[in-house]
């Protein structure tokens, strides 16, 4: 039976199956058709079910915060992605496997070598059964963000302008959405702490993607081979991002913007990797023989977190009154401490927010501490690994962000296209505002985040093979 001659045939049996659902008054039979027709996607058109898939990633909820169920998916992506994870696996043993200049890349082996240990750090876990889901949940994140979205790049030059089209477009609706509602409240702080619900669980995240996106689509908004129109669109897209992110009050997205805006400087001027590299040892090992001092310093700060930007941007450095903040140093303090009963394997996947209570200092806890676990993890995408998966598991986060970095100078060489090296810099430098947002926060284990991350690292990584392979970069434009 020839392709066309099933499709015909599955298109007859849904409409067939949704007249029978609407005939017999049982409205749920009508989710069926849609249901099959996304399964067909899966396995016929995976560039298809991956672009739903991405389109929903900004409008998916998790149902845990409705009291629906307890178990903590965003419908309906992660059963989508745990879908095309039981589909990749089945193909991979079938000999369909990626492409080997792909999985040979140093960025494919950071990321491989990373999961791995994840997976070896189950088996001691103090809860398997939370890092076991944890594990799988990052594999359905690697698979099909990294792995066949890098596919669908590299047989689709046009995917890669779709690609952040697909992410922008729901994002920029839940931007509305959540603007409208917080000028119910004319935009307090307080209230810009919430709401964004359900959609994302706090202000942090929320700033924390929209912060990820903008350099890349500002980027896009400079591209040359298109259309007026198209630059007009990513343009007002970049603009209704930088709004968003402003009125968000997220800090570590603002610092994390900074911080990019100033490695894009030191990279027109021409200064190397290896520079700043050394640089930031040198800053580094100076914080540290100057701790104490730097902490006096920073206690003098009174600052607490306002309404008002100016007084908002002067609360960063508050460690003295700000709650916020001197929470995060008690999580991190619990974080090192974890570490150091269980510096090998750490104490599992996932397990930080469970584990974490009875390592907590009196001195240290604040208004805001709890013994629950039940908001939020290490605030930290470095001292979460060290505390979860042992040594190694910080190390690989560290590997990743030096591979990234040497990927993103690299590409600033070898990109001949005008186009392509903007695009690759807008990439690079929202996946630094992760890596400085990672800081302060850590969000890998949502499909938020992880959707944007692992993509623009794809992304990179098929402009640097396309490179390698004499390619002609995007020679298509999309308008």
């Known amino acids: 039976m020839t392709t066309a001659r099933a499709g015909w045939l599955a298109g007859l049996a849904m409409t067939l199956l949704a007249l029978a659902g609407w005939a017999l008054n049982a409205p749920y039979v009508l989710v069926l058709p849609v249901a099959v027709l996304i399964a067909w996607w899966g396995f016929?058109?995976?560039?298809?079910?991956?672009?739903?898939?991405?389109?929903?990633?900004p409008l998916s909820v998790n149902l845990s915060e409705f009291g629906l169920t307890s178990i903590g998916w965003y419908m309906p992506t992660e059963p989508m992605l745990f879908a095309l994870l039981v589909l990749f696996v089945a193909k991979w043993f079938s000999g369909q496997t990626p492409n080997r200049d792909f999985l040979s890349h140093p960025v494919t082996y950071v990321i491989a070598a990373g999961f791995l240990w994840m997976g070896l750090t189950v088996l001691p876990s103090s809860d398997v059964v939370v890092s076991l889901k944890a594990w799988v949940s990052r594999a359905w994140f690697i698979v099909s963000f990294y792995v066949l979205l890098a596919e669908w790049f590299r047989h689709d030059p046009r995917a890669r302008r779709r690609f952040l089209a697909?992410?922008?477009?729901?994002?920029?609706?839940?931007?509305?959405?959540?603007?409208?509602?917080?000028?119910?409240?004319?935009?307090?702080?307080?209230?810009?702490?919430?709401?964004?619900?359900p959609f994302f669980k706090d202000h942090t995240s929320y700033g924390a993607v929209l912060a990820l996106l903008l350099p890349p689509v500002i980027a896009m908004a400079f591209h040359t081979r298109q259309s007026t129109l198209s630059k007009v669109l990513w343009s007002l897209g970049a603009g209704w991002l930088a709004l968003g992110t402003v009125l968000s009050f997220t800090r570590a997205a603002w610092v994390s913007l900074a911080a990019a805006a100033a490695l894009w400087v030191l990279m027109r001027l021409g200064v190397r990797l290896k520079t700043l590299v050394?640089?930031?040892?040198?800053?580094?090992?100076?914080?540290?023989?100057s701790w104490d001092a730097l902490v006096i310093q920073?206690?003098?700060?009174?600052?607490?977190?306002?309404?008002?930007?100016?007084?908002?941007?002067e609360s960063i450095s508050n460690v003295s009154s700000d709650d916020s903040n001197l929470?995060?140093?008690?999580?991190?303090?619990c974080a090192l401490a974890m570490f150091q009963e269980r510096p090998v394997f750490g104490w599992g996947p996932g397990t930080y927010q469970f584990e974490y209570a009875p390592f907590q200092q009196s001195n240290l806890r604040t208004l805001i501490s709890t013994n629950n676990g039940d908001v939020g993890n290490a605030h930290s995408e470095y001292l979460g690994p060290l505390a979860e998966q042992g040594l190694l598991g910080g190390l690989f986060v560290m590997a990743l962000l030096l591979v990234t970095c040497h990927l993103g100078f690299k590409l600033q060489r070898t990109l001949t296209d005008p186009d392509d090296r903007m695009l690759a810099m807008g990439l690079f430098l929202g996946l630094i505002t992760y890596f400085v947002h990672g800081v302060l926060n850590n969000y890998l284990d949502t499909d938020k985040a992880s959707a944007p991350f692992w993509g623009f690292l794809a992304l990179l990584v098929v402009l640097d093979l396309c490179t390698d392979e004499g390619s002609e970069g995007l020679t298509k434009s999309d308008s």
């Open 44 to 57: 016929v058109r995976t560039d298809l079910y991956l672009s739903t898939v991405l389109c929903l990633v």
């Open 166 to 197: 697909l992410l922008l477009v729901p994002l920029s609706v839940v931007i509305g959405y959540t603007l409208v509602r917080h000028a119910g409240y004319d935009f307090s702080k307080g209230a810009g702490h919430w709401v964004m619900k």
């Open 278 to 289: 050394a640089a930031g040892v040198a800053v580094l090992v100076g914080l540290f023989l």
């Open 298 to 313: 920073l206690e003098r700060n009174k600052q607490d977190s306002s309404d008002d930007l100016a007084q908002h941007v």
């Open 327 to 333: 929470e995060r140093l008690n999580r991190w303090s």
